[in-house]
């Protein structure tokens, strides 16, 4: 089974600064990984598809790049409303579609 | 507009059953493969269980494999989980999400429900 590491769990930083949040798989997933938003209690939000593609309606400051096991999520120039917390999911498998244990970002 | 709502939550006993649905509107279910994930009260986010967008495949996490059960009725436009023999630690919050794709099984997803929420506890 493909286990998803996410790092830092925690990332602090000032508005304005460049966010770098890090996702690893024990195995390659190609690239089929997704980054999700998630803010308190609401649903989650699909921000990146297939490792670098933005979904539809999210802000160009987000983007997303890595192939294999290293990904990254960064957020170039970190807004108030981006505090939330993280999740990466792999795809890549029908049978564990995965997600990591998050990064909770905050300001 | 596009639109996931679940319903069937609430609170059960230890090794009963309950049955989640959910209603989509604003799009052709009949196209898309749907999933569950799960959220246990301030954890991380859980695949639960995957179906085809024309139901021949279905896919469940190992952890409800053989005690849930994925479903859909493309006709109705409603997706299904069937819950048995609950455990304590099956408490979370459910959400249905949509894969991006169509008919694709193995996709992000784009669109989520509201969630509902599920609490086994005697």
């Known amino acids: 089974e493909i286990v998803l590491t996410q790092s830092p769990a925690t990332l602090s930083l000032s508005p304005g600064e460049r966010a770098t949040l890090s996702c690893r798989a024990s195995?390659?997933?190609?690239?089929?990984l997704a980054w999700y938003q998630q803010k308190p209690g609401q649903a989650p939000r699909l921000l990146i598809h297939d490792a670098s593609n933005r979904a539809t309606g999210i802000p160009p400051r987000f983007s997303g790049s890595g192939s294999g096991t290293d990904f990254t999520l960064t957020i170039s120039s970190l807004q108030p409303e981006d505090i939330a917390t993280y999740y990466c999911q792999k795809y890549n498998n029908a049978r564990a579609l995965t997600f990591g244990g998050g990064t909770k970002v905050e300001i | 507009q596009v639109q996931l709502v679940e319903s069937g939550g609430g609170v059960v006993q230890p090794g009963r059953s309950l049955r989640l649905s959910c209603a989509a509107s604003g799009f052709t279910l009949s196209t898309y493969a749907m999933n569950w994930v799960r959220q246990a009260p301030g954890k991380g986010l859980q695949w639960v269980a995957v179906v085809s967008y024309d139901g021949s495949d279905k896919f469940h996490a190992d952890s409800v494999k053989g005690r849930f059960t994925i479903s859909r009725d493309n006709v109705k436009n409603t997706l299904y989980l069937q819950m048995n023999s609950l455990r304590t630690e099956d408490t979370a919050i459910y959400y249905c999400a949509r894969a991006l794709t169509r008919r694709i099984t193995i996709s992000a997803f784009d669109v989520w429900g509201r969630g509902t929420m599920v609490t086994v506890s005697s």
């Open positions: 195995q390659s997933v190609d690239s089929q």
